[in-house]
């Protein structure tokens, strides 16, 4: 059962989850940015993520890469399937990227850099909300190659993905801030929060209520005994998390929010693959088709054993360094 | 007529572009990454305030270069996928396993040890500091091994077999990644990153001592950069010429473009300094050349027979033209930064180093020499493998993605504008940094903030205080 391409299937679901996560906060920084009141507010919202963001950028690397390597079949199907959102989600990556340093450069240039840093992150996290749905609804697969349209992406589903991942990463920005952040900024985050928290559990429930219309096979496994065993502690699971995350927001404490928003990105997470498995490309193309050779999968997997363990370390090293709520006066004296 | 080019011509202008901007900016961080870990280093052990100045000032212009070769080589991570999806699924299996090693050993690090080094002073001890400073230096050549090990094996693969569904997958891993080009190839290119960062810094110092003769970090910058030049530029032509025999024997197709051979010379070759290639008629015309030098420099032996391009098909031939012009360009550019590195030795044995204004402003004009060299080369070498990816294996044409044309076009269109404007404005910042050089910009009366926020500048570490996590 836990062959290579099923092992090397669990690592890039590692790695795109944790791509979601920690993107997921600093896109959400960029979300609410005009939201944030004042310049001050802005430019503390973006000093708490500026040291670790490209890192987290990395993990969207490792993904692609990864599927490049591991799956390369599913990486030449799924990427022309995908072209207009992908390169709409690089191209806005790149505007928000190079905002982090630019908005620094020079002050007359201040505010069309930030007006970038939110477009951009507003438009690759709904880009990266409409792959999902995309890929979720399934694609056109003909041979070895994908045979749609350079349109096919378009559909109320994928849309409406990419707005309920607007509102989810905005979720995760505001908590974020919520931690990170003193007076003004902290109430405002609170405020945001409890918006986006109500936003993204309603899309929670509208898109899993919408999945097992996409097709029957995704109904069956949850809706079929016995498999609903298994798959119960999902919903379950998420309304607690639902009420802690509710609970954290109106008592105000500050630690709660975040990390219950990751807990409800997880067992989303965790509900795509129960509704997928076991296909890379849903319904065309599974993770054993797709996978590359062993030789590949050998080679990787040894690099990927010893250095992901070392990474995960020394990325929460980092973390701890710039541990702690960022400085209200910090480079205003 | 202008012909309307077809969706494979536009993904490789496409690629073409996008790879160009990117490479640029690889090339400046390997270079300066090393630079700064040497100035860290120099000032730990001396304590002198010049290093530390000089660290500050090319860390801050390091930061924006870095990041600005992220966000253009996520681009490069998806582009494979998005136009060359052929090419992807028959190459994966090789090729993909070294672009993660690249990722797992390399972007991580520099990654996670990016944020220490920007703004973690204060924040950990000075050795710490210095550690993460060489981590990321580190981490620029690892990823330079690994995405030379990928280019070099598109070139001369070894070490794989083709599958059932037309796959190259992998026989042996250490033939795959030490390929015949490979060694030559991550030498020539590291040297070439060296040389262009080691360019940058003495032009910006020369610029800087042109306006103040005394001016100490300048000085310094200018000393050692030309150090580096006067050292590595021979260097470098050494391994270009090993580099050229090496793709000799394995791309001969290529070299007969770089050198404009159209015919064979059975009794030895000419060095054509200059010409214009008419596809045409298959001929050099105005060629200016020099008897039996080819031969000589590309067999050491003056009546050695070549072979030209007479012996080749026509639809096995790169474009000649944009290799053998781009080939000159690289020379060419060479071989004046060996000048300008012998010009500074005689300089600075007459200890006029830093007095003589026409020196400081050639290397002033020199100072972005390198990345034109870079470019050159690049064109030469991948231009001089088409029509080929995998060189002799997979076409060109047979390799990208099933997408129309309009699509092609439109996301060309889309990069074009997106990367005029990000990084037209990101070199501007970087030259205006440069220009205003490295002082305390918080004590300088005309900026814009009374002091910058940016965190790099802070000698007050953000955020200490209470622990809330």
């Known amino acids: 059962m836990f062959d290579l391409p099923i092992i090397w299937a669990f690592i890039l679901a590692f790695a795109v989850f944790t791509y979601v996560v920690l993107d997921g906060f600093d896109l959400g920084i960029g979300i609410v940015f005009p939201l944030l009141g004042t310049d001050e507010n802005r430019a503390r919202a973006m000093n708490s993520v500026a040291p670790v963001w490209d890192g987290n950028e990395t993990w969207l690397i490792l993904g692609g890469g990864g599927l490049f ?155 079929t005994f016995p498999q609903i065993v298994f798959v119960l502690p999902v919903p379950t699971l998420t309304t607690a998390l639902a009420a802690l995350l509710a609970w954290g927001l109106m008592t105000k404490r500050d630690a709660v929010p975040f990390p219950a928003s990751i807990g409800l990105f997880g067992l989303c997470f965790a509900g795509l693959g129960i509704g997928l498995y076991p296909y890379i490309v849903p319904r065309a193309i599974s993770i054993q088709e797709a996978a590359a050779p062993d030789g590949s999968l050998q080679f990787m997997l040894i690099g990927a054993a010893i250095l992901l363990p070392m990474i995960l370390a020394y990325t929460a090293y980092s973390y701890w360094i710039f541990r702690g709520k960022i400085d209200p006066d910090a480079g205003y004296h | 007529m202008i012909e309307i080019p077809d969706a494979v011509t536009l993904a490789r202008v496409q690629f073409a572009f996008t790879i160009t901007f990117h490479i640029i900016f690889p090339a400046f961080s390997i270079g300066l990454a090393s630079y700064l870990l040497v100035l860290e280093t120099l000032w730990l052990r001396s304590g002198k305030a010049v290093y530390l100045n000089l660290f500050r000032f090319w860390m801050k212009i390091f930061a924006v270069a870095f990041g600005m070769g992220v966000v253009s080589g996520i681009a490069m991570s998806y582009q494979f996928g998005t136009n060359w999806s052929v090419f992807s699924d028959k190459a994966g299996p090789i090729i993909g396993p070294l672009m993660t090693y690249e990722v797992l050993t390399a972007f991580f690090m520099e990654a996670g040890f990016l944020g220490v080094m920007l703004f973690g002073m204060g924040r950990v001890s000075k050795s710490l500091h ?137 009794q030895g070759a000419p060095l054509f300094l200059f010409g214009v290639p008419n596809e045409a008629e298959q001929r050099l015309d105005y060629a200016l050349g020099i008897p039996w030098l080819g031969s000589l420099i590309l067999h050491h032996d003056p009546d050695n027979p070549v072979k030209g391009l007479d012996s080749v098909p026509d639809e096995d031939q790169p474009p000649v033209a944009a290799v053998f012009f781009s080939f000159r360009i690289m020379v060419g550019i060479g071989l004046l930064i060996v000048l300008l590195g012998l ?124 622990d809330h996590v």
């Not at chain 2, 992998?170 to 795959?176: H, L, T």
């Not at chain 2, 034109?372 to 993605?401: C, F, H, K, M, N």
Request: hydrophobic share 50%; glycine share 8%; proline share 6%.
């Open chain 1, 69 to 223: 390597a591991a799956f390369p079949l599913a990486y030449a199907v799924l990427m022309p399937a995908l072209y207009a959102p992908m390169i709409a989600m690089i191209l806005a990556l790149i505007f928000r990227g190079v905002a982090f340093e630019y908005r620094w450069r020079n002050p007359a240039h201040r505010s069309f850099w930030d007006r970038g840093f939110h477009l951009g992150s507003l438009a690759a996290t709904c880009a990266q909300g409409i792959v999902l749905g995309t890929i979720v609804q399934g694609i056109e697969v003909e041979g070895r190659s994908y045979s749609g349209g350079w349109w096919d992406w378009v559909s109320p589903f994928s849309v409406m993905c990419g707005i309920a991942l607007t509102a989810g990463y905005g979720l995760l920005g505001t908590t974020w801030l919520v931690l990170k952040s003193t007076g003004d900024l902290r109430e405002r985050a609170y405020v945001l929060a409890r918006i986006a928290a109500i936003a993204t559990l309603g899309f929670i429930g509208v898109v899993s209520l919408w999945m097992p219309f996409l097709s029957p096979e995704i109904a069956a496994r949850w809706f």
């Open chain 2, 130 to 266: 210095v550690i993460a400073t060489g981590i990321v230096a580190a981490g620029t050549l690892v990823s330079a091994f690994w995405i030379l090990a990928v280019n070099s094996w598109m070139h001369t693969p070894t070490g794989f077999s083709i599958n059932d569904a037309g796959q190259f997958v992998p026989v042996n891993w250490s033939a795959i990644v030490f390929n015949p080009s490979f060694p030559f190839r991550l030498v020539h290119m590291v040297l070439a990153a060296y040389l262009t960062t080691a360019l940058v810094v003495g032009g910006v110092g020369a610029f800087h001592l042109l306006r103040e003769r005394t001016n100490a970090e300048a000085r310094k910058m200018f000393s050692m950069a030309m150090w580096m030049v006067a050292i590595i530029a021979p260097v470098q032509v050494v391994a270009g010429d090993l580099h050229g025999l090496n793709t000799l024997e394995h791309q001969p197709v290529k070299v007969m473009a770089m050198e404009g051979h159209y015919e064979s010379y059975p």
């Open chain 2, 343 to 466: 010009s500074s030795l005689v300089l600075r044995r007459r200890r006029r180093l830093f007095e003589s204004p026409a020196f400081l402003r050639t290397a002033v004009a020199m100072g972005p020499s390198g990345f034109v060299a870079i470019v050159a080369g690049w064109v030469t070498t991948e231009v001089g493998r088409q029509p080929y990816t995998v060189y002799g294996l997979l076409l060109t044409a047979d390799s990208a993605s099933p997408i129309d044309t309009p699509a092609v076009a439109a996301s060309l269109t889309a990069f074009v504008i997106v990367y005029l404007i990000v990084f037209g404005f990101g070199i501007w910042y970087l030259l205006r940094m440069m220009r205003r050089g490295p002082v305390e910009t918080e004590s300088r009366p005309n900026e814009g903030q009374p002091k910058n926020l940016h965190s790099v500048l802070m000698t007050q570490p953000p955020g200490v205080g209470d």
